[in-house]
């Protein structure tokens, strides 16, 4: 992968969505920086990002973002 740079930058930017995210606001379906939609579900601390990826701690603030880490590399959708 590392050698398909177009690839990884998908790859990459599928992990972003553009907006600030609150864990009240987390739950949907959330654009990802790179146009394919990211789909959350769950509520307080217990969310799951497209099925699969649990996310293991977040609401972490950064001078430009909101970080949520998960279990898993997120695949955008091929098409």
Do not use: E, W
């Not at 969505?17 to 146009?35: E, H, I, V």
């Not at 959350?40 to 497209?50: A, L, P, R, Y």
């Amino acid at each position: 992968m590392l050698a398909d740079k177009a690839m990884l930058t998908k790859i990459l930017t599928y992990h972003v969505s553009p907006s600030r995210l609150s864990p009240d606001m987390l739950a949907g379906t959330q654009k990802s920086l790179q146009g394919a939609p990211l789909n959350v579900t769950g509520s307080g601390q217990d969310f799951t990002v497209n099925g699969n990826a649990k996310v293991l701690c977040g609401n972490v603030h950064t001078a430009n973002a909101t970080v949520y880490i998960i279990d898993t590399v997120l695949m955008p959708p091929t098409s």
